[in-house]
């Protein structure tokens, strides 16, 4: 139950004053407590089987839990059948989860065989408690005060406990049997590699066996949606160790989809009023100081390159070096570009459109596939508009992106509001501003009458930010689009227009990424489609399958036509038979084939077959070529011959 709004055990003892609310098990308050006492049976499972485990910390995440271990041995297979046993057993039992409150002392005494567990007491209540502690150490010790949850028996015994911060079920039974252990993993403790590795044990719970065995279905599924996977199968992409780790190349079939996105991008915002720049991927170090990228955003840049030092014939340096970075944002040089010569409020808004590559140095554990790179494109976008214009312009961005990412086959929205931090060493700038710029984004934000969920902390070091969220095919929740807002930059760069007024003023910025990066993008339209993509973004739209060879020539002048119109077209002319080709293509998820025979060519018509192997046949020709182009015209998705009727 929530107790005046904070989580508590159903056991607490409350007042008439307090105000109650019922937490119900299929709530998101409800599914973490399930499992977070899910991951307490696991660990009193391990200590049972493996009595000289050291516990580490046992956090609920999205769509699971675990628990880390330490421990002489990695675990297997084997182990992992023998804790589901055991967990199983514990679950039966029926133990309560009994809560009480320690002093640090007592939880030394306690916990004295446990220095993991000990480490985290000594860091309880002080600066770094909490979510810094560690990832999921707030599940320990984030709750004010320290707390042991014992396990009981139904006689009373005590037969485990843990330093955790709770709320539990009341007892193990409610787990039920809606949960299912999933994998070992190895973890730093405290996400350092200078600290031991850890067995990291991970599991997944639901309140019932069917929901349990849907997630499972949806995990089987998004195994085979893997870009990674995919990008392989159909010859999109790869990551060639010769060039390094997270820097992709693009095969031509991938690349032909990038650029459809990249021109129907290119396309919208010349219509929304964007002026297009390019900017260099390097630049002088300075460019940063003044950004404050060199303060705030250090560790996440590649180291410099230096240059330009000049030596005379006996190796004294005559004259000395600059450091050049690889850039990590476009910002700067867009800021440079506005800078460049005086502007005045009727040059506003000015919105610069570029598709800047940018390299960020990310820990190579922390590399996936396109949707963590070191290398990658954004379509960045910063607008400079006066105070007056901001939440207009603001609110003109975020009914773009939607538009845009609506015409890639994307329809469900939530956002995601991103305050400062109440630490003043992590943004600059002053309070006064930060407000501002929030109440406006907030007011943005209501305004398209999608989910918002305000987050302290997330914000970019200059400014709040609104992120839009989508979901995917099978519901996975996906960090699209950011639009942010800057007062601080152009104050650090001095940033002018001349008002009406005839005084020089000070302009606002808006950050804007539409697609995040184009990598990131692709993996996930290639997920959620899995690769079965519109005919407009196939990198190959249509394949003409003859029945026999005399009727090549026939598909040949079918597929002139349409490649006359600029539809990706071809006819397969290899020896394999026709029902090889069908295989072939469907394979590739070509969206469209169409085969001609006898009849076909008699009668001037094609027959068509789709990816889900449903046909259309006897289309005359000219018919033919004029569904496909409104078919791409249009950005249909056809599967199926119900889909292009």
């Known amino acids: 139950m929530r107790v005046n709004g904070d989580l508590k055990d159903l056991a607490t003892t409350v007042e008439e004053t307090d105000a109650v609310e019922p937490v ?127 396990n009981v028996r139904r006689d009373g015994e005590v037969v485990w406990r843990d330093l955790c911060r709770g709320p539990h079920l009341p007892n193990t039974r409610m787990i039920g049997n809606g949960w299912a252990l999933q994998r070992v993993a190895g973890a730093y403790w405290r996400g350092s590699e200078k600290n031991p590795q850890l067995q990291r044990i991970y599991g997944t719970a639901w309140p019932t066996k069917d929901e349990l065995r849907a997630h499972q279905h949806r995990i089987e599924e998004a195994a085979k949606r893997d870009h990674r996977k995919l990008g392989k199968e159909l010859d999109l992409f790869s990551f060639p160790d010769e060039i390094g780790s997270g820097l992709s190349v693009w095969h031509p079939k991938g690349g032909i989809i990038r650029q459809e996105m990249e021109q129907h991008a290119l396309k919208r915002h010349r219509e929304g009023g964007y002026t297009y720049v390019y900017t260099p991927h390097i630049t002088k170090r300075d460019l940063f100081v003044e950004s404050n990228h060199l303060v705030t955003y250090k560790e996440g840049m590649f180291p410099p390159i230096h240059l330009d030092e000049e030596r005379d014939e006996h190796g004294a340096v005559t004259k000395q070096g600059i450091d050049y970075y690889l850039k990590p944002m476009n910002c700067p040089m867009h800021i440079l570009i506005y800078r460049e010569r005086a502007r005045s409020y009727r040059d506003l808004p000015m919105r610069l459109y570029e598709n800047g590559t940018v390299y960020r140095y ?14 990658f494109t954004q379509d960045d976008s910063h607008l400079f508009v006066t105070p007056e214009q901001l939440e207009d312009e603001a609110g003109r961005v975020l009914d773009f992106v939607l538009s845009m990412l609506r015409d890639f086959g994307l329809t469900e929205f939530e956002l995601e509001l991103s305050m400062r931090d109440d630490e003043k060493e992590k943004w600059i700038g002053d309070e006064e501003h930060w407000e501002a710029a929030t109440d406006a984004l907030r007011r943005v934000a209501q305004a398209s009458g999608l989910k918002l969920t305000e987050v302290a902390g997330e914000a970019a070091f200059y400014g709040p930010k609104i992120d839009l969220k989508t979901k995917d095919a099978l519901g996975r929740t996906w960090q699209l689009s950011t639009v942010q807002l800057d007062f601080n930059l152009p104050e650090r760069f001095e940033l002018e227009y001349t008002g009406p007024d005839g005084e020089k003023h000070r302009p606002v910025m808006i950050h804007r990424a539409l697609f995040g990066s184009a990598e990131r993008f692709f993996a996930i ?86 990816r889900d192997g449903s046909q259309e046949n006897g289309v005359p020709v000219d018919v033919a070529v004029r569904r496909i182009a409104e078919a791409i015209a249009s950005h249909a998705l056809v599967n199926s011959a119900a889909d292009f009727a």
């Open 362 to 375: 990310e820990l190579s554990g922390a590399l996936h596939g396109l949707t963590r790179v070191r290398g």
């Open 24 to 150: 119900a098990i299929d709530s998101p308050d409800g599914l973490s407590i399930l499992r977070h006492s899910a991951a307490h049976v696991l660990a009193q499972a391990v200590q049972r089987l493996h009595p000289q485990a050291n516990l580490g910390i046992g956090p609920p995440i999205t769509d699971g839990f675990y628990y880390d271990f330490g421990v002489a041995q990695p675990f297997t297979p084997d182990d992992l059948k023998a804790i589901d046993k055991e967990m199983q057993r514990i679950v039966r039992e029926g133990q309560r989860f009994v809560r009480r409150v320690v002093t640090e002392d007592e939880a030394r005494a306690e916990l004295a065989a446990e220095p993991f567990k000990l480490e985290l007491i000594g860091l309880a209540g002080g600066p770094g408690s909490g979510a810094d502690v560690a990832e999921g150490a707030s599940a320990e010790i984030g709750a004010g005060e320290l707390t042991v949850y014992d």
């Open 525 to 610: 339209l290639l997920e959620h489609y899995a690769g079965a993509f519109p005919v407009w973004l196939s990198p190959v739209q249509v394949v003409g399958i003859p029945v026999a060879e005399e009727y090549a020539d026939y598909l040949d002048d079918v597929i002139a036509q349409l490649r006359a119109l600029g539809v990706r077209a071809e006819v397969d002319h290899s020896d394999d038979r026709m029902q090889k080709k069908i295989r072939t293509h469907t394979t590739q998820k070509t969206p469209l084939l169409l085969i001609a025979g006898e009849q076909d060519r008699a009668a001037g018509a094609v027959s068509f077959r789709f």
